[in-house]
């Protein structure tokens, strides 16, 4: 017993859809709204003026006088540390959270998560400097690290192996959610004179509450419970949450998982090693292709992206609203989906959807929109449903399969450790796109979409060789998985 479990009992396993684990995951993936609500409403208010006059009067300055380069209005370094000095901090965060994770429990990393957030709100709404702006960015950076870290192993816990896809996207759904409800907020308050900004960053307190005062409540996972030692109430917990007492098979392989989980004290050495090969490769290209597809560019520099193109104030901040509902309603077609039609071709068929949608973007920028130049009304309702449709198959496939994929992978031993990886991976590279897209946008004009386009190209051709259909296998026999696909049983060692 190396690689996970000793046997195959999946076919033994028992149990329902019960009301225990469908609160603990709506309370749980309360944290994705969180995440969710900063994507949506960081672009908002960066676009409005008053936040700009107090914050960054430089920009206002560019946006306000006609520039010779339409791409360049926001163009500015500072501004962009404002969205991406969340991500950083996340970054160190989640590494953090990973031994408290392991060693306190996925419910402990919840809650502090939701207070660190509930922390970085009140600062935000009460910004009086950019260095008080700042601190209450990074603190909310802590609870996305802690919260991203945690939400989805325990999701993916909690959850029957036949229902494991669908639950683990309510994560996602609270993280579209989110965005939908930060956009209509932005919608709402940037008219509001002059404090709709701190009014719009002020309520991301209300989800930090709710995730805070419901980890409270919500009882830890089996898996972690016995991983701890607490043998006794992991199996009280798994009953409970499976509806039925007979749960020998679930718990047993539980029981021998954690036993090689203790056995391993150093879990990030030990997924270097070479029978982890596979989560590991996982655990770094999920998350960065996730970013890579261009969607968060999209969504935290909505309205700028908008503003840049001609639209209007209203306009832009209409049709970033408009995104954020595209996504919320596509995240119910991937869980409609995910566990009938499989992983796999859920993100190959987003892959392609989103290819063709940013090189049509590409083409009507590059050949109608120039210098000095505004789009006219019909190729900027072009540009809009090409957007549109872009989020939307984002929303089936790499938005919720991103987190998926890597949550259900990684055998008990190094699933904290892995987890801290991916979301690690996943908000370094989200950091590095917020802090370059601005500029990007500036040096690429319409090329920005074909720099997507290649990577969305890539990171399809990546799925349909190297990643397995997980729709089906039980977390703690992902092992035998990878040794029937074609790639990764020849990098395997031969003993498991």
């Not at 973007?361 to 789009?375: P, R, S, Y």
Request: hydrophobic content about 50%; charged content about 15%; overall charge positive.
């Amino acid at each position: 017993m190396e690689d996970g479990v000793a046997k195959v009992r999946a076919e033994q396993y028992k149990g329902r859809i019960t009301i225990h684990v469908i609160i603990a995951c709506i309370v749980a993936a309360t944290g994705g709204s969180l995440f969710g609500y900063d994507v949506g409403i960081s672009g908002g208010v960066t676009s409005m003026d008053d936040f700009l006059l107090k914050f960054f009067p430089s920009v206002y300055k560019q946006k306000m006088h006609a520039h010779e380069n339409n791409y360049c209005k926001y163009n500015n370094q500072v501004l962009a540390a404002f969205t991406s000095v969340l991500y950083i901090s996340g970054l160190f965060a989640s590494l953090v959270a990973s031994p408290v994770t392991r060693k306190y429990g996925r419910r402990t990393s919840i809650i502090v998560g939701g207070i660190s957030f509930l922390i970085g709100s009140v600062l935000n709404a009460a910004a009086a400097n950019l260095a008080m702006l700042i601190i209450g960015r990074i603190m909310l950076g802590v609870g996305i690290g802690f919260g991203d870290q945690a939400i989805p192993l325990y999701l993916s816990e909690m959850a029957p192996t036949h229902l494991r896809g669908g639950l683990n996207m309510m994560f996602q759904v609270a993280t579209t959610l989110g965005i939908f409800t930060a956009n209509m907020i932005n919608f709402g308050t940037h008219n509001i004179k002059p404090w709709g900004w701190r009014l719009s960053l002020g309520l991301a307190a209300i989800p930090a509450l709710l995730m805070t005062v419901g980890g409270i409540y919500i009882p830890d996972t089996p898996n972690s419970l016995v991983e701890r030692g607490s043998t006794e109430k992991g199996r009280k917990i798994l009953e409970k949450i499976r509806g039925t007492n007979d749960v020998d098979a679930e718990f047993q392989d539980m029981v021998e998982a954690s036993e090689l989980a203790n056995s391993i004290k150093h879990p990030f050495r030990n997924i270097l090693e070479k029978r982890y090969r596979p989560e590991l490769i996982m655990a770094i290209f999920m998350p960065a292709f996730q970013i890579l597809t261009g969607i968060n560019s999209i969504l935290f520099y909505a309205p700028v992206l908008f503003q840049s193109m001609g639209f209007g104030r209203d306009a832009s901040l209409y049709s970033s609203a408009l995104t954020g509902g595209v996504l919320l309603l596509s995240t119910f077609i991937s869980i409609a989906a995910v566990d009938k039609l499989g992983r796999r071709p859920l993100l190959i068929s987003g892959g392609i959807v989103m290819i063709i949608c940013q090189v049509i973007v590409a083409i009507i920028l590059g050949l109608k929109f120039g210098e000095n130049q505004e789009l006219s009304k019909g190729y900027s309702v072009l540009v809009v449903i090409s957007i549109c449709l872009f989020v939307l198959a984002f929303g089936w496939s790499w938005g919720p399969l991103g987190w998926t994929v890597p949550s259900e992978i990684f055998p008990l031993e190094i699933r904290s450790a892995g987890q801290s990886i991916t979301v690690a991976v996943n908000l370094l590279f989200t950091f590095m796109i917020a802090q370059a897209f601005l500029s990007l946008l500036c040096s690429f004009k319409f090329g920005i979409f074909l720099f997507f386009a290649g990577w969305i190209t890539m990171m399809t051709i990546f799925v349909v060789l190297f990643l397995p259909e997980t729709k089906g296998i039980p977390i703690e026999e992902m092992a035998f998985m990878w040794r029937k696909h074609w790639f990764w049983q020849r990098i395997l060692p031969d003993k498991l």
